[in-house]
């Protein structure tokens, strides 16, 4: 990484909110259409699947902003938000894999929709971020 495109934390930041605000809206507005409009049947067909995936471009926009955030930071930032992935990581796999364990094994267990991943990812991250920023006293946790 050049000098050029290294950016301070607060700027960095600016930049990933312009990213993550309207693409966070846009997931929000999406998921909440989609569950509406299929589970109403007011949409069938092909149109129904195409609606279920528009949620995930909001969330490839909002993912675009964070690596972005993580490139442009310097080395400190990056090591509290690649240990925070990290972190993340190992709850939503450790997680997943004793849940499906339980649910190849236990019939009445509710099965757990993979919609859930994504939001269990990210709050295990999140969570993780501001932990590893007050250890390494970063002065700031997001994203």
Same mark, same amino acid.
């Given at each position: ?6 950016? #301070?934390?607060?700027? +960095?930041? /600016? ?9 966070? !809206?846009?997931? %929000?507005? $999406? ?41 442009? #930071?310097?080395?400190? +930032?990056? /090591? ?9 990581? !190992?709850?939503? %796999?450790? $997680? ?41 006293? #970063? ?5």
């Amino acid at each position: 990484m050049t000098a050029a495109t290294q950016h #301070t934390p607060k700027q +960095a930041l /600016r930049r990933y909110f312009k990213i993550f605000v309207p693409s966070m !809206a846009a997931y %929000l507005i $999406l998921v909440f259409l989609a569950a509406y409009l299929i589970k109403n049947e007011i949409v069938g067909g092909a149109p129904k699947y195409v609606l279920a995936f528009l949620p995930g471009l909001a969330a490839l926009a909002f993912l675009y902003g964070w690596f972005r955030f993580i490139r442009e #930071t310097d080395e400190l +930032a990056r /090591r509290v938000q690649t240990e925070a992935s990290m972190v993340g990581l !190992a709850v939503i %796999l450790s $997680l997943s894999l004793g849940w499906g364990i339980l649910e190849m094994f236990i019939e009445t267990l509710p099965r757990l929709p993979l919609f859930y991943v994504f939001p269990l990812y990210f709050a295990a991250q999140g969570l993780a971020s501001w932990r590893l920023s007050k250890k390494y006293g #970063t002065g700031f946790c997001l994203p």
